[in-house]
């Protein structure tokens, strides 16, 4: 991958971080606001369908949403360690022959990445210097169901990322994280046809669904 977004990813999410990240799925599920984005999606009706998770982590969206219903899964992620966690965890799972695994940036993979019928961005926006180009092109592969969870637009966050960048740069790490403007995402959201359906706020995250 090229984008220096990209390789800062790879570092930063890193084998060890990944392997705490299954482990404390496997003892206490799924993060508070991933379980929040979860239980909405199930909501609105999820019973055969497909589901697209992009930068799905350790996969947890995947397996809840099998579970629950969902037909075949397709997790795309930039970090080589965690799509590696996701898959060992899907295998003992018994569902990685339900799931599709692709690394690589998704702006770079969308024009062969398949549509499907959800589509999950949990805590991803905010990796992303190019919010833009990441929700317009994966809302335009969602054809029932779009599911974020990104950081609330508030000054004191943003003076937190700020924070958070210097670090990077000091470490010399090329990851950066952002705080997109809410109504710039949602616009986008909105404009490729769909409406949302569920709002929630939860600490430093807010929750949504959107559908068609």
Aim: charged share 25%; aromatic share 10%.
């Amino acid at each position: 991958m090229d984008c220096c977004q990209c390789k800062g990813i790879e570092t930063l999410f890193n084998q060890k971080e990944a392997e705490n990240k299954l482990k404390a799925y496997r003892k206490d599920g799924p993060a508070k606001t991933t379980r929040m984005l979860i239980e909405a999606l199930q909501a609105e009706g999820i019973e055969g369908t497909t589901l697209l998770d992009i930068g799905g982590g350790v996969g947890a969206i995947q397996y809840e949403l099998l579970r629950a219903g969902v037909d075949r899964a397709t997790a795309v992620d930039a970090s080589t360690a965690y799509l590696r966690a996701a898959r060992e965890e899907g295998e003992q799972q018994g569902v990685a022959d339900r799931i599709s695994y692709h690394h690589g940036n998704f702006v770079d993979l969308a024009p062969q990445t398949a549509p499907a019928d959800i589509v999950t961005l949990d805590r991803v926006i905010c990796c992303y210097h190019d919010m833009q180009a990441l929700v317009g092109l994966s809302a335009a592969k969602a054809s029932r169901l779009y599911g974020l969870v990104y950081p609330r637009d508030r000054w004191w966050l943003r003076i937190a990322i700020r924070a958070a960048n210097m670090y990077f740069r000091v470490v010399r790490n090329p990851f950066r994280t952002f705080v997109h403007p809410t109504q710039e995402v949602d616009a986008l959201v909105r404009g490729k046809g769909f409406e949302q359906h569920f709002y929630k706020e939860s600490g430093l995250w807010q929750v949504v669904v959107y559908a068609r």
